[in-house]
């Protein structure tokens, strides 16, 4: 199976489901992720090692969880030993610990302070979305994937700055750009028909894009709900920072 057929299947599956493609895309993985990884490796040392450095998944994935039905049980494991681990270490908390302080100190491995580990899926989500955009762009102009994204929803910003942060000045970064452009421009006239239809001496009735614009405007903003925030703050401050 070529590395073009793998990318242009998942793409044209993300396209298809609504939403940002690339949001969508990540979401899938992490879904299949957890599904893979607590169904079969709950027992499993090093699994276990790296969910309790991290205290657990962040609140995306945490809630995530409910939305994959196979990994209850093994999820149930993890959390009953994650929260074992922190009825004890609270319990034994010093006294004297304070703030920030009792933070470092619950943190604290093999007697040296660290930073808590970060989501090991939120690492391994990050890689899945580097790796869409760079699908995205290497096959810019394949007919099919062409043809799946002229249908799909457009690209959220977040996920577009990330495309120009890895591939900046590339015909191909250029192509993703205006077609982006194309669609953003569809939905901001459909927002604006939106508004105009609240004047009551507007008397035309709102089309189903009418009703759909600003719940697509945010995700275009904000990019899908829940997939930005929490282990991926840091990203949004560069995003941010771009403009």
């Known amino acids: 199976m070529t590395d073009k057929f793998i990318g242009d299947l998942k793409l044209m599956e993300a396209?298809?489901?609504?939403?940002?493609?690339?949001?969508?895309?990540?979401?899938?993985?992490?879904?299949?992720?957890?599904?893979?990884?607590?169904?079969?490796?709950?027992?499993?040392?090093?699994?276990?090692?790296?969910?309790?450095?991290?205290?657990?998944?962040?609140?995306?994935?945490?809630?995530?969880?409910?939305?994959?039905?196979?990994?209850?049980?093994?999820?149930?494991?993890?959390?009953?030993d994650l929260l074992r681990e922190a009825i004890d270490r609270v319990d034994g908390m010093p006294g004297s610990t304070r703030g920030r302080g009792f933070f470092s100190w619950l943190t604290r491995r093999g007697g040296a302070d660290a930073r808590p580990a970060s989501c090991s899926f939120c690492l391994t989500a990050a890689e899945h979305e580097r790796q869409c955009l760079l699908t995205f762009m290497k096959f810019v102009d394949d007919g099919d994937l062409q043809a799946a994204y002229a249908s799909s929803d457009p690209m959220c910003l977040p996920h577009l700055v990330r495309a120009v942060e890895l591939a900046p000045g590339s015909a191909e970064l250029r192509?993703?750009?205006?077609?982006?452009?194309?669609?953003?421009?569809?939905?901001?006239?459909?927002?604006?028909?939106?508004?105009?239809?609240?004047?009551?001496r507007n008397e035309a009735a709102y089309t189903k894009e009418d009703a759909a614009s600003y719940a697509r405007a945010f995700e275009i903003l904000a990019g899908a709900n829940g997939l930005f925030g929490n282990d991926l703050r840091q990203s949004r401050a560069t995003f941010i920072a771009w403009f």
């Open 15 to 80: 396209c298809r489901r609504g939403g940002c493609p690339v949001c969508g895309y990540v979401r899938q993985e992490s879904r299949n992720q957890l599904d893979a990884l607590l169904y079969g490796h709950v027992t499993d040392p090093d699994t276990r090692r790296r969910l309790r450095e991290s205290w657990g998944l962040c609140n995306w994935h945490t809630w995530m969880l409910l939305d994959v039905d196979t990994s209850l049980f093994g999820a149930s494991i993890v959390y009953e």
């Open 175 to 200: 192509v993703l750009v205006d077609r982006t452009i194309k669609k953003w421009k569809a939905i901001r006239s459909d927002l604006r028909s939106f508004i105009e239809k609240h004047d009551y």
